[in-house]
């Protein structure tokens, strides 16, 4: 889970969510659900808090082919 | 006039204050452009010029004072010619006249800047760069966005600053170029190119801080116009002050009207994803505790339903319905004796009432004849000397027939 974006985090969370309020399954992958959903809401969390907007400029070479250098 | 509170009667000079103060503190009056065509142009030995910008419409009066003229481009002023004029509009108090105090003027002639600016406008329109059906949709959520402007502008902090604020978790490319001068255009056109060469931003902001019309005069250029429609990349346009249009807004999928707008109109809020994780988190925990309350009514059901299954609980309701039965037969038993005994009682009384012996009690008494027994009630029975018995009460009596 540490590896998913936030897109995908939150994407599976919707589903987690929707999945669970609809309700027909078996208690063990409802408690799947609802753990995964908390886990996915908490990694999505801890992504937004940590976020950091990231700056790079392009650059030309010499071939003239665009690369990125940091900005600042 | 009785009716009227004599305090909120304003003087005249109140009235202009308060109307100049409203011409002042407006942000497009204060740096505006206005076309027309000069009359009534007078210049003084003081050296302010004086004249009015008319239109088929309307007039407005213009004063170009000598400080401003000297400062300016501005070519000498003569009526009839069409010019743009740039400056401010305020009252001029003592004449209660509202004025365009003018700093610069540009010939809005044949071969000046705005009509070619009109020409090209015209021509790319006429191509078709500004239909509303080349606009492509903005992505709703961009992790890269391109940034073409200058990297020391006031409108790189700014739009960084907003991004930082509303969207961090997107990465910004910049594209760094020049906004103005004489190279400024072909440095957009390719800056922009650049990031399409690159291809990873998925949404592109070309923006430029405010400044005077000519400041922002590369984005009218045709190069910069083609670059924004050969964007393989949806292109923003954040160009200028709210009441700046260039070129380049017209071509662009989104115009904004400032960096700042065209920043937050790339990316969404995260203050909108933080209140639905909020949201998600709560339908989560509302939607477990529902299942659960489910799953325990429904365990509660089907422990009775195990329960009426069970051989003992089965057995109990039999042995109950076994007594229940006895007493109900028992019950029924003792309603049909009591009703036998009744009857029983009824024919008694009856077969006692019917009793010879009763009637004997009385007085009456049972005559029979000895020789055969048989009971006499006739007197035909009897012959003199015949032997008989009497029963009374208590006893017999024999007797015998005299006559």
Redesign the interface.
Known sequence: MEAL???EA?EQ??A??EA??D?QMP?EH??H??EE??KL?RH??D??EK????????R?TNEG??V?ES?E | MLFIDAASILSVTQVSRYLKELLDTDEILQDVWVRGEISDCKTYSSGHCYFKLKDAEAQLPCVFFKNARLRSSAPELRDGMAIAANGRISLYERDGKMQLYVENVELFGEGDLFLRLEQLKTRLAAEGLFDDSRKRPLPS?P?IIGIVTS?EGAALRDM?RV??TR??????????TLVQGAEAPAAIAH?LD??N??SEAEVVILGRGGGSIEDLWAFNEEVVARAIARSRIPVISGVGHETDFTIADFVADYRASTPTAAAAAAVPD?AE??EK?LD??Q???E??E??LI??HEQLGRTRRDLLRLDPKYQLERLQQRLDDTSALLQARMQHILSLRTERLRGVALRLHALSPLLTIARGFAVVRRDSDQSVVTSTQQVHPDDELTIQVTDGHIHAQVKG
């Open positions: 974006t936030f897109e939150f969370l919707e987690a969510v669970l309020q309700g208690l409802a408690l659900y609802y959903g908390m809401a999505c969390n992504l937004l976020a950091e907007l990231r700056v790079q400029q392009l030309v082919m665009p990125l900005f | 959520s992790s990297p960084l991004l930082r969207f961090p978790l997107a990465q910004v490319i910049l594209s760094p800056a650049l990031l060469v690159h995260i994803w933080r994780l998600f988190q339908e989560l925990t939607s477990i529902t299942y489910d799953q």
